[in-house]
Structures are given as C-alpha cells and as structure tokens.
T-cell receptor, first 112, second 111 residues
Framework: NAGVTQTPKFRVLKTGQSMTLLCAQD?????MYWYRQDPGMGLRLIHY???????AKGEVPDGYNVSRLKKQNFLLGLESAAPSQTSVYFC???????????FGPGTRLTVL | AQSVTQPDIHITVSEGASLELRCNYS??????LFWYVQSPGQGLQLLLK??????LVQGIKGFEAEFKRSQSSFNLRKPSVHWSDAAEYFC?????????FGPGTSLSVIP
C-alpha cells in the first residue's frame, strides 16, 4: 500500500517549456487535490477533482491544467512554464471531500 | 473572506519542554479545523481534526488541540516535546468549498 505517490520528485524547466506532474493513489479515494507550497504562504489549492472525469478550479488555477482520466490518477500540466511557477507541488487525496487528506511527498519544480 | 493565521513563524523549544502552537481563524460559522505536520522533505500528515463535540481533541503522537469559539482559536499543544517533533506545523480551516491552510509554524527542538 503506497498511499499517494508523485512523479517526478525534482524537475528543472526553462521558461516556456511544458511538463506534466503525475499523482497516483491506491486508496480508492474519490477526491484528489493539487497544491503548491511557497515559503511563508502555506499550501494553496490549484485544482481539485471530485471524481473520475471531473475537475474544478481552486484558489490559484491560472497557468495550470489538470485531468482525471482514471480514478487513481490526477495529472497536473504546465503548458508554458514561468519562473513564478517555481514551487513545491503536493498532491493529496481524501475519502470525503475536504476531510482528512493524504499527501504525496511532493515535487520540487524550478523554472529558470 | 475566510483566513487562517499562525502568529509564530518559528518556535524553538528544549526537548522535554511543553509546546503550544497558535492558530486563529476568521470564519462565520462553526468551522471544521485541522492540524497537519510536515517533516523535512515529506508531505503533510494529519495530526488531529475538530468537527463538533468535545472542544478538546486528541491526536496522534501525543498532540492535542482545543477549540475556543470565543477566541476563534484552535491551538495545538504537547506536554513534552521530543526531538522527532521538529517539523513544520500547519493549521487548516474547512470553509464551504475548500480547505484554507495557514502559513505554518516551524518548530526546532534543542537537545
């Protein structure tokens, strides 16, 4: 039982490049979330999903897209990376919406 | 708008000493409240949560928190800190359509 896993762990991009972060959970959770963590700002919600095939915007969705094609996976895409997107990205899942969230180990992304 | 504040950015305590981390929220109705811990290089883990009922909530690793509606606070406590408690602690509030996280308090423990 791996819980929530994230791929990759680290990535360096140049401005304008694209990439996809993968989140996978094996707990059969319906709800999944993507956050970014910046110093002194806690976690801010980017997008979330209430089930397979559904996504919704969070607090800071601009510049990101997401997809939930399978229940266990939640993908976060950056179409044209900007230095402002340098951050640590966390994926989480939960059994009930907004209840106890189980977090992955994070992806540290640097955009040059 | 709902908000969560954690007044202490960084706290240092000696091993064996007691600990209290402060959390204040701004929210109109009875909130759902959480405390999460983040060890270095790791994701967040739930310590405890409050939805209703007894205002003193027990969590994992010997932590507890008390909900005080009159003070809009949900402070986290531990009677005796261990070196392994050194981490970042986040308070969070559930509002109608999302969970809002506070900025975090970094805890250092002196042996």
């Amino acid at each position: 039982n791996a819980g929530v896993t994230q791929t990759p762990k680290f990535r360096v991009l140049k401005t304008g490049q694209s990439m996809t972060l993968l989140c996978a959970q094996d707990m059969n959770h319906e709800y999944m979330y993507w956050y970014r963590q910046d110093p002194g700002m806690g976690l801010r919600l980017i997008h979330y999903s209430v089930g397979e095939g559904t996504t919704a915007k969070g607090e800071v969705p601009d510049g990101y897209n997401v997809s939930r094609l399978k229940k266990q996976n939640f993908l976060l895409g950056l179409e044209s990376a900007a230095p402002s997107q340098t951050s640590v990205y966390f994926c989480a899942s939960s059994f009930l919406l907004w209840d106890t969230q189980y977090f992955g180990p994070g992806t540290r992304l640097t955009v040059l | 708008a709902q908000s969560v504040t954690q007044p202490d950015i960084h706290i240092t305590v000696s091993e064996g000493a007691s600990l209290e981390l402060r959390c204040n929220y701004s929210y109109g109705a009875t909130p759902y409240l959480f405390w999460y811990v983040q060890s270095p290089g790791q994701g967040l883990q739930l310590l405890l949560k409050y939805f209703s009922g007894d205002t003193l909530v027990q969590g994992i690793k010997g932590f507890e928190a008390e909900f005080k509606r009159s003070q809009s606070s949900f402070n986290l406590r531990k009677p005796s800190v261990h070196w392994s408690d050194a981490a970042e602690y986040f308070c969070a509030v559930y509002s109608y359509d999302k969970v809002i996280f506070g900025p975090g308090t970094s805890l250092s423990v002196i042996p």
